[in-house]
């Protein structure tokens, strides 16, 4: 996964690209971001020129996602959190649900935080 690190820019045409465009052309932002985001295989185009994530980049969107909803956990237990999200971090161990609604983030989410905070600095 070296140099893989994204931008803002390149997640938010990652998102253009999944919510599909509402005619033939995408935005500028996918424009400036559909070259590397095809080299590192997370966009490809089919036969009719259309852009579509792979497997790749919708797990890629997936992760960040769940990175952001762990954040939303730590600061606020009752924060709104997609469902699949929850699921995936629940199974994962890093929050667990709280007696009095909502979830906290377990000692392992805490962690996995810290790594990619690291990770980023």
């Given at each position: 996964m070296k140099n893989e690190k994204l931008t803002?820019?390149?997640?938010?045409?990652?998102?253009h690209i999944l919510g599909g465009a509402k005619h033939d052309r995408f935005n500028a932002c996918v424009g400036r971001n559909a070259k590397r985001l095809a080299g590192l295989k997370m966009i490809q185009y089919s036969k009719d020129g259309k852009l579509a994530l792979t497997d790749k980049g919708q797990?890629?969107?997936?992760?960040?996602?769940?990175?952001?909803?762990?954040?939303a956990l730590l600061a606020?237990?009752?924060?709104?959190?997609?469902?699949?999200?929850l699921v995936f971090l629940g199974k994962k161990s890093h929050?667990?649900?709280?007696?009095?609604g909502g979830h906290g983030v377990t000692d392992k989410g805490r962690e996995s935080l810290a790594d990619i905070d690291a990770q980023d600095k």
């Open positions: 803002t820019d390149e997640y938010d045409a990652l998102g797990q890629v969107l997936f992760l960040r996602r769940c990175i952001a909803g762990l954040r606020d237990p009752a924060a709104v959190v997609d469902a699949d999200v929050i667990a649900p709280l007696e009095a």
